[in-house]
């Protein structure tokens, strides 16, 4: 079946630092793969997507490429601030774009310190 | 430009007590989703809906009913509470080919 795992957090960064938070996923033919971002108090917001193989998704800093032949989709930042502190989940929808059914990741919880 | 709206925010129950989870779309969504969020389990599906009038059981279903009597609307239901019910839950809602959008959670208690 469906399956999407990332690592454990939580994940503890100075700002300025490098950030890599590593998402490898199990899906039968071509899912469309996602980047959700949760603050203290609120409920997902879709971070970055990405639909096809080779795809890369950014926005606000962060980047993840749909990596096809080593089923992953690793999340990173280059310079991290403190306002990123959040938790992060990987996600997949087996059908192309998103919608019926998306398979979310335990989460990774970064945290990062001034 | 609300999204998705879910009521009440916070609710504390005791053990017995019923009650309803009430979630809101004005985006015209067909889909809709009902989860918990759990310390270390990340979300899980409790019941979905595919359209006004239709639902089905996700992955955590027992405990919990639902309807969706109008599109815009997805009722969760707790017949009787129970402390293993204590939890955030989250509605969720999208169309095809589009990511889901969440609500901000209603964090309920059950003592």
């Known amino acids: 079946g469906n399956s999407v795992t990332q690592m454990e957090g939580p994940v503890t960064l100075s700002e300025e630092a490098f950030l890599t938070i590593n998402c490898t996923y199990t899906a039968t033919g071509y899912p469309s793969l996602f980047w959700y971002v949760q603050y203290p108090g609120e409920g997902l917001q879709l971070l970055l997507k990405?639909?096809?193989?080779?795809d890369k998704g950014s926005n606000k800093g962060f980047e993840a490429t749909y990596r096809k032949e080593t089923t992953s989709f690793h999340l990173e930042k280059g310079s991290v601030q403190v306002s990123d502190s959040a938790v992060y989940f990987c996600a997949l929808s087996p059908n192309r774009g998103g919608g019926f059914k998306t398979i979310f990741g335990a989460g990774t919880r970064l945290f990062v310190k001034a | 430009n609300a999204g998705v709206t879910q009521t009440p925010k916070f609710r504390v129950l005791k053990t017995g007590q019923s009650m309803t989870l009430l979630c809101a779309q004005d985006m015209n969504h067909e889909y809709m989703y009902w989860y918990r969020q759990d310390p270390g389990m990340g979300l899980r599906l409790i019941h979905y809906?595919?359209?006004?009038?239709?639902?089905a059981k996700g992955e955590v279903p027992d405990g919990y009913n639902v309807s969706r009597l109008k599109k815009q609307n997805f009722l969760l239901g707790l017949e009787s509470a129970a402390p293993s019910q204590t939890s955030v839950y989250f509605c969720a809602s999208t169309s095809i080919n589009q990511p889901q959008h969440f609500g901000d959670g209603t964090r309920l208690s059950i003592l």
């Open positions: 809906s595919v359209g006004e009038g239709t639902t």
């Open positions: 990405a639909t096809k193989a080779d």
